[in-house]
T-cell receptor, first 113, second 114 residues
Framework: GDSVTQMEGPVTLSEEAFLTINCTYT??????LFWYVQYPGEGLQLLLKATKADDKGSNKGFEATYRKETTSFHLEKGSVQVSDSAVYFCALSRGSTLGRLYFGRGTQLTVWP | SQTIHQWPATLVQPVGSPLSLECTVEGTSNPNLYWYRQAAGRGLQLLFY??????ISSEVPQNLSASRPQDRQFILSSKKLLLSDSGFYLCAWRGENWRGNEQFFGPGTRLTVL
């Protein structure tokens, strides 16, 4: 069945460090891929998405490229800030009428000044 | 623009008491609606989804139930809460133009069962 696997956290970085959070998926066909972010005490916000192979989603300095050959959608940012501290979720959807999202377990990122 | 509301924001309830959490969406019609639970330190678990008024599907057997009495209202209920029902409950919607695929989440309700 459809599933998403993302790297175990927590991830702790110093400000201005480079960030990578790995995400791989299992799905038939051509799913859409998403990264959501959850700030402390809040709901989830869509960070970026990609809907077909080789698409690059980007937002707020974060990027992720849809790699069908490696079934991956790794999240990257060149220089993290303290305000990026949050939990990051990778997710996929096969675009059915139901529109079900399959989430990874989430990765806690803490950025120190 | 579309907005999604959840209330209450936080709730502390004794074991065995009833529960009612409400979610409403504004600015869209005939959305798909979803209830998720996020237990402490864990990922998101889809509990219920609805593609229309009165249409509810359950993903996980449990002592919770859901109802959709109006197009943009989604309610999560329980007759008797368990300790294991504690968690962060998130409501989400997806637009009628489903090709966008992404879901939009509310601010959540933090439930503590004592």
């Amino acid at each position: 069945g459809d599933s998403v696997t993302q790297m175990e956290g927590p991830v702790t970085l110093s400000e201005e460090a480079f960030l990578t959070i790995n995400c791989t998926y299992t799905a038939t066909g051509y799913p859409s891929l998403f990264w959501y972010v959850q700030y402390p005490g809040e709901g989830l916000q869509l960070l970026l998405k990609a809907t077909k192979a080789d698409d690059k989603g980007s937002n707020k300095g974060f990027e992720a490229t849809y790699r069908k050959e490696t079934t991956s959608f790794h999240l990257e940012k060149g220089s993290v800030q303290v305000s990026d501290s949050a939990v990051y979720f990778c997710a996929l959807s096969r675009g059915s009428t139901l529109g079900r999202l399959y989430f990874g377990r989430g990765t806690q990122l803490t950025v120190w000044p | 623009s579309q907005t999604i509301h959840q209330w209450p924001a936080t709730l502390v309830q004794p074991v065995g008491s009833p529960l009612s959490l409400e979610c409403t969406v504004e600015g869209t019609s005939n959305p798909n609606l979803y209830w998720y639970r996020q237990a402490a330190g864990r990922g998101l678990q889809l509990l219920f989804y609805s593609v229309g008024i009165g249409q509810i599907s359950s993903e996980v057997p449990q002592n919770l139930s859901a109802s959709r009495p109006q197009d943009r209202q989604f309610i999560l209920s329980s007759k008797k809460l368990l300790l294991s029902d504690s968690g962060f409950y998130l409501c989400a919607w997806r637009g009628e133009n489903w090709r966008g695929n992404e879901q939009f989440f509310g601010p959540g309700t933090r439930l503590t069962v004592l």
